[in-house]
């Protein structure tokens, strides 16, 4: 149990302070970067830190079901997906150099906030869990939809980031739903949305 739980910590503390890494290629690297007035570099590094922030959300989530999930199979399975979101975490981080801008200030407090949740989703059980992470996964592909809108025109490295990232949370909606992901209640699903768009809206600017 201590190995475990220094295991948990270093994750934790390499997620929110350490470089991500990434195995596979970063998603539109080679593709020439465009040409961005300050306005235009201020908004794509506000839409890439919001979803930087929701990387850091994801990989807490995730930790914290895992580490409560009574069925070992679905703990590899949600430790598959958090290695994803891994990368995701490093493509976001690596675009937001790119551009000048910087993290959020606020990511250990994003970072303790998701991974209670995640805890207390695996506390209640499995497939309410599995719930939880598909609805999760649905809002944040409505969430990079919108962002995908608002890229300024040409911006086709941050594209390229943000559409494999919708492809890939698709797949962990599909994934929780394959194994058993009980249906949220509708308030539950209205609640998630409100704390979404407080975090959403806080990240942009601090």
């Known amino acids: 149990m201590l190995d475990e739980l220094i295991v948990e910590f270093d994750r934790a503390l390499r997620t929110v302070f350490a470089p991500a890494k990434s195995r596979r290629p970063r998603p539109g690297c080679d593709l020439p970067e465009a040409v961005f007035d300050e306005r235009g570099k201020r908004q ?5 830190r919001v979803d930087h922030v929701g990387e850091v959300c994801a990989q807490a989530l995730y930790q914290g079901q895992a580490l ?13 997906a958090g290695e994803q979101e891994t990368e995701h975490l490093a493509w976001t981080e690596q675009r937001l150099a790119e551009v000048g801008g910087r993290k959020s200030l606020l990511n250990p407090l994003w970072y303790a906030g998701a991974l209670g ?8 059980g499995d497939r309410v869990s599995l719930g939880f992470l598909a609805e999760t996964e649905r809002q944040v592909g409505v969430h990079l939809a919108g962002h995908l809108e608002r890229l300024p025109e040409g911006d086709g490295r941050s594209r390229a980031i943000l559409e494999q990232m919708a492809l890939d949370e698709a797949g962990h909606a599909d994934r929780a739903q394959s194994l058993g992901a009980a249906e949220l209640p509708a308030p539950v699903k209205l609640a998630m949305k409100f704390a979404a768009k407080v975090m959403t809206g806080t990240a942009s600017r601090i």
């Open 68 to 80: 409560t999930s009574r069925d070992p199979a679905i703990t590899v399975s949600l430790r598959e």
């Open 44 to 48: 794509v590094a506000s839409l890439i």
């Open 117 to 124: 949740i995640g805890l207390v989703a695996g506390r209640i």
